[in-house]
């Protein structure tokens, strides 16, 4: 079987990336179907998550799938001394495809050299997060209606925060212009610099943070500092407030500008923008049942096609 495994949406041509909105679409249509009936989704979760987790068994399980997995690696034989391939293989023994977040970049594309089934990249370390990038890409085509020339402001964590750099990456085929927003400790990573330069995608680096700076952005792209990454809780302690999104930042805004964070929320946007309409972190975040059902559908060579003359659909 050729291997279907999601370790990175940076493969992904824009031809793809349209193919799975539009089953998302479908999806968001008529979430509950059987189109999964009598397949098992496994999911283990080495490092903490609500959403990812939850959104994942969720498209399993209201597609008829079955789950199985953990959300907490304290409870297997990993902690006995099974290694990482000896886990991957056993679960495959059990599953039809394995969601897997792991806290060592690489780990992702690791268990889907070893695996015979696909293996879904629900987050590895600083390095990806492909799934999140797909509810992404539907949630900014969703408010936008389309994925071209945006402009796209990405916010606080851009060292350590793998939802940035997956998006980055995946953006590449829409022509977007990216602000990064940033203290020099957490500045966007060199490779992922050149990484535009080498696609033609045009960015600019600020330091401040004000109505003026982001009164461009068509999509404002929160992120949480992710404290798990620091070596160094020291410089933790120095960066975690520095970017704090408040109400009034908000006065020069585009009418279209919409404020996505891949959650969850710590200290980056002010409790009384939720009510406002550029806040849409709730609605991105329902996006991911969605986006989640097209991808586990898509690993499991299930196509569009089946799924726009699927009969099996019930309330
Ligand atoms: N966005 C995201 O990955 O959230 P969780 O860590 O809760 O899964």
Redesign the pocket.
């Known amino acids: 079987m050729k291997n279907r495994s999601l370790v990175t949406i940076a493969g992904h041509s824009r031809e793809k990336i349209e193919y799975l909105i539009k089953m998302a679409q479908e999806f968001e249509r008529h979430p509950n179907r059987r189109l999964l009936a009598g397949k098992v989704v496994a999911t283990l979760f080495f490092e903490?998550?609500?959403?990812?987790?939850l959104s994942f068994e969720t498209a399993a399980n209201r597609l008829g799938a079955r789950v199985i997995g953990f959300a907490d690696p304290k409870v297997t034989s990993g902690t006995k001394g099974e290694t990482l391939k000896d886990t991957i293989m056993m679960v495959s023994n059990y599953a039809d495809v394995i969601v897997m977040r792991h806290y060592l970049e690489g780990a992702a594309l690791y268990a889907s050299e070893v695996a015979p089934v696909p293996i879904v990249n629900a987050?590895d370390g600083a390095n990806q997060?492909p799934s999140?990038t797909m509810l992404d890409l539907y949630t900014i085509y969703q408010t936008q209606g389309t994925l071209d020339n945006l402009n796209i402001y990405m916010v606080g964590d851009l060292k350590y925060g793998r939802?940035v750099h997956s998006l980055l990456m995946a953006m590449r085929h829409f022509n977007p212009t990216f602000h990064f927003i940033a203290p020099d400790e957490l500045a966007m990573p060199a490779a992922y610099k050149r990484y535009c330069e080498e696609q033609g995608i045009s960015y600019v680096e600020h330091q401040d943070f004000d109505a003026d700076t982001i009164s461009g952005a068509d999509i404002l792209y929160m992120t949480r500092v992710q404290k798990e990454r620091f070596a160094d809780l020291m410089e933790y302690e120095r960066v975690k407030d520095r970017y704090l999104l408040k109400k009034d930042m908000l006065c020069k805004a585009r009418e279209n500008m919409k404020i996505l964070h891949?959650?969850?929320r710590v200290n980056e946007i002010e409790y009384s923008i939720d009510d406002t309409p550029y806040a849409y972190y709730f609605q991105q975040a329902q996006n991911g049942l969605y986006a989640r059902q097209a991808l586990i559908c898509d690993v499991l060579g299930i196509t569009l096609d089946d799924v726009i003359k699927d009969n099996t659909i019930y309330q």
Do not use: A, I, M, N
């Not at 903490?48 to 987790?53: H, I, K, W």
């Open positions: 903490p998550s609500t959403r990812t987790r987050g997060h999140q939802t891949p959650l969850p």
